[in-house]
């Protein structure tokens, strides 16, 4: 590759998201003969924490301080505003963040002000629309309205995160995804009850972890922990809500517990889901020990062996990490 066609490639990556100022500032501060010392330990600037600059932390603080300002600002005006001025300032503020937050990631991808006033935006429009829905609407009989408003959210952000390909995008569309998910079990099925959600819980946690592992390379590694960390969270949980009443899932979660083991080590390569898996057998033994032994005279026995299982859980997890996930 030459010269000419390293620097296109370069450019082509700065702009898709795929590489940042701050990650090619740290490649050269780290491998430029000049920022090595006497015994060849690269030299860190003071003002960069890693990946993590002093600038990305002024630019989080920022952005929370406009927020915050903002959602007090409407908390103060609402009752003296008309129907106009409150969709203008949730829904069209939202709009106009977002519109900038766009603008940015065009003109200056190496730059992340346009994630800043993305995020901005991700936290009104979702709000700004409920309040237009609810402005332009009386009597509201059903839950389709809310529904198709959150959907159209959903469609809006992820038609931005195909055009600009940023992981702050990515993350408001899930989070109006899932939102999603959940009223059109309420809207379709009205009379549902907790057993479902529970499995829709699951069905929305595995596919968390499906997208982590399909799409854990390029422009999307940073949203992958949060999704390796929220998608055995809520697949555990909901899955452990069902043990008590349902006998399949009670005979079948030791086996999902222990198969997320299997895929932290061998799929995911993931700590994340290594503890949170470790956590569910250690929580399906202690429901088990508890309710077949609590009674019995051997109560005191099962404490005792429970807390060596536990341990030996504990051992096996710890050493599955530093055999398998240290080096990966």
């Not at 920022?35 to 600059?53: E, H, I, N, Q, W």
């Not at 569309?173 to 899932?178: D, Q, R, V, Y």
């Not at 032994?293 to 005792?304: E, K, N, T």
């Amino acid at each position: 590759m030459t010269n000419d066609e390293l620097l296109a490639e370069l450019d082509k990556r700065l702009r898709s998201g795929e590489l940042s100022a701050a990650e090619i500032e740290l490649l050269l501060s780290t491998d430029s003969p000049d920022a090595v010392v006497a015994d060849s330990a690269p030299t860190a600037s003071p003002y960069s924490m890693g990946a993590f600059s002093i600038t990305k932390l002024l630019y989080v603080v920022g952005g929370i301080f406009i927020t915050l300002g903002v959602l007090y600002l409407v908390s103060q005006l609402w009752s003296d505003l008309n129907s106009f001025n409150r969709i203008l300032i949730t829904l069209g503020l939202g709009v106009v963040f977002a519109g900038f937050g766009s603008k940015f990631l065009m003109s200056e991808p190496e730059r992340d002000l346009g994630n800043v006033f993305h995020t901005i935006g991700g936290f009104l429009i979702p709000g700004g629309a409920l309040v237009t829905l609810d402005e332009l609407t009386t009597g509201i009989d059903s839950i389709w309205p809310v529904t198709i408003t959150v959907g159209v959210v959903f469609a809006f952000y992820v038609l931005l995160v195909l055009y600009h390909k940023r992981v702050v995008l990515n993350f408001f569309a899930f989070a109006n995804g899932s939102a999603l998910a959940y009223l059109l079990m309420e809207s379709i099925i009205p009379s549902a009850d907790g057993d479902l959600y529970a499995y829709m819980t699951m069905m929305i946690g595995a596919s968390y972890l499906i997208y982590a592992y399909v799409f854990q390379e390029g422009w999307n590694a940073r949203l992958i922990p949060l999704l390796l960390f929220f998608g055995p969270l809520g697949f555990y949980l909901a899955a452990f809500s069902q043990i008590f009443d349902a006998i399949l899932m009670e005979m079948l979660f030791p086996f999902l517990a222990f198969g997320g083991l299997v895929l932290a080590v061998n799929v995911f390569k993931s700590r994340i889901v290594l503890i949170l898996s470790t956590l569910a057998v250690i929580g399906y033994i202690i429901y088990f020990t508890a309710e077949y032994f609590a009674d019995s005279i051997g109560w005191p026995v099962a404490l005792i062996m429970l807390g060596f299982i536990i341990i030996g859980i504990g051992y096996l997890s710890i050493t599955l990490n530093r055999k398998y996930l240290k080096t990966a």
